[in-house]
């Protein structure tokens, strides 16, 4: 299996702050990598996939970068509703589409 | 508007079995792979399975292999995932979600949960 390793676990930060949240997958998965926001009780939101692909309907301060084994989600000027929990998503081998573990965004 | 409902979901004892629903709407459902994936309380998404648009190619992840089946029924626009011999572990809300062109899911249900306990 690929595994997804994101970094930070977890992130404190204000509103107006820029964030990135990093994904690495443990071999080249090309551009096969989505992103996801999970907010408390609710069911997963499609952000960003194939590594940069902005989802309808997402804000464009929301954009993803990278290639192969690295990837970053990036947030430009954090919203009130941004606070989440955040997962990276390889789509390159269907055995199995594996996860990252999280990356838990909280109000400074 | 793109609508997907899951049912099915409840306490079941060691060993049982359930068959959860993932009714779909707003879209065309033939043409759209789907997936299930799971969620453990307090943990992070798990990807279990996904189904192709007609069925005919058919994934899982081998945690679920040769106890969990997924099916679906496109004049009924519904998405099924059965489930035998479950256990302790396979506690988590189940969700189901469409395939998007790139591997990715772009539209998710609420989830069903699924408790196994004695």
């Known amino acids: 299996d690929i595994q997804m390793t994101q970094s930070p676990s977890s992130l404190s930060a204000s509103v107006g702050d820029r964030v990135t949240i990093t994904c690495r997958a443990s071999?080249?998965?090309?551009?096969?990598l989505n992103w996801y926001q999970q907010k408390s009780g609710k069911a997963p939101k499609l952000l960003i996939y194939?590594?940069?692909g902005l989802q309808s309907g997402v804000p464009s301060r929301f954009s993803g970068s990278g290639s192969g084994t690295d990837f970053t989600l990036t947030i430009s000027s954090l919203q009130p509703e941004d606070f989440a929990t955040y997962y990276c998503?390889?789509?390159?081998?269907?055995?199995?589409?594996?996860f990252g573990q999280g990356t838990k965004l909280e109000i400074k | 508007e793109v609508q997907l409902v899951e049912s099915g979901g409840g306490l079941v004892q060691p060993g049982g079995s359930l068959r959860l629903s993932c009714a779909a709407s707003?879209?065309?459902?033939?043409?759209?792979?789907m997936h299930w994936v799971r969620q453990a309380p307090g943990k992070g998404l798990v990807w279990v399975s996904r189904?192709?648009?007609?069925?005919?190619?058919?994934t899982y992840a081998d945690f679920v292999k040769g106890r969990f089946t997924i099916s679906r029924d496109n004049a009924k626009n519904t998405l099924y995932l059965q489930m035998n011999s479950l256990g302790a572990e396979d506690t988590a809300v189940y969700y189901c979600?469409?395939?998007?062109?790139?591997?990715?899911?772009?539209?998710w249900g609420q989830g069903t949960l699924v408790t196994v306990s004695s």
């Open positions: 979600a469409r395939g998007k062109g790139s591997g990715s899911e772009d539209y």
């Open positions: 707003g879209f065309t459902f033939s043409n759209f792979w």
């Open positions: 189904i192709n648009s007609d069925g005919s190619s058919i």
């Open positions: 071999q080249s998965i090309s551009s096969y």
């Open positions: 194939a590594a940069s």
């Open positions: 998503q390889q789509s390159y081998s269907a055995l199995p589409y594996t």
